[in-house]
């Protein structure tokens, strides 16, 4: 069965210092890899998607996450942050058979001044 | 283009009572997907409707049932609400050119459900 894993509930950086938010998969196939953002009382937005191209995928915001099949690992950073990229982040696996998405716990980033 | 867009914005209920959440998708969108997050949690997979029909289910009991209208917009009805119901209900949409598509899912901001 597919899962997700994020290593961190909190991350705290300060502006301008990278940014590392840990994510494991378990999955029996070759998985699409997705990171949402989720900005207090707004919707979540897609950063950026991993389907089995380019295992270095760019996103929106500096935002890069290199998929590792033989760490199962799908971790996203940024080189530099920024204050509004203070939000709660979301690792997701889809699984096959009935497209579902699933989703990690959360990684909740905060930046300080 | 306007993006997701999900009525009400909140709403409180008591239990045991029924509540319907609506969502319209992207247009030109022929699937729509809802999730529910309770407070400090990812969200979870409740129904994936293309084309007017199930495409999937996770675990939610029956008390939660949607539907999917011509027009491609949903309705996530909930009866004989329980305390544990209270969470933000999200609507996404995704293209899918074909049964057998699986694209990027656009979320809708969500219905904020509070159960007294």
């Known amino acids: 069965a597919q899962s997700v894993t994020q290593l961190d509930s909190h991350v705290s950086v300060s502006e301008g210092t990278p940014v590392l938010l840990r994510c494991n998969y378990s999955s029996s196939y070759s998985p699409s890899l997705f990171w949402y953002v989720q900005h207090p009382n707004k919707g979540l937005q897609l950063l950026l998607k991993?389907?089995?191209?380019a295992t270095l995928v760019k996103g929106i915001n500096g935002f890069e996450a290199e998929f590792k099949k033989s760490e199962t690992s799908f971790h996203l950073t940024k080189p530099s942050a920024h204050m509004s990229d203070a939000a709660e982040y979301f690792c997701?696996?889809?699984?096959?058979?009935?497209?579902?998405?699933?989703w990690g716990a959360g990684t909740k980033l905060i930046i300080k001044p | 283009d306007a993006g997701v867009t999900q009525s009400p914005t909140h709403l409180i209920k008591t239990r045991g009572q029924q509540v319907t959440l609506r969502c319209s998708p992207i247009?030109?969108?022929?699937?729509v997907s809802w999730y529910q997050q309770v407070l400090g949690q990812g969200p979870q997979f409740i129904f994936q409707?293309?084309?007017?029909?199930?495409?999937g289910r996770g675990n939610f009991p029956d008390r939660f049932s949607a539907r999917q209208f011509p027009n491609y917009s949903s309705e996530l009805n909930v009866n004989a609400l329980l305390l544990g119901d209270s969470a933000l209900y999200l609507c996404a949409s995704s293209l899918e050119e074909t049964k057998d598509s699986t694209d990027t899912q656009y979320f809708g901001p969500g219905t904020r459900l509070t159960v007294l």
């Open positions: 991993y389907t089995s191209a």
């Open positions: 247009s030109g969108h022929k699937s």
């Open positions: 997701v696996v889809s699984k096959d058979s009935n497209y579902q998405l699933i």
């Open positions: 409707y293309y084309e007017k029909e199930e495409r």
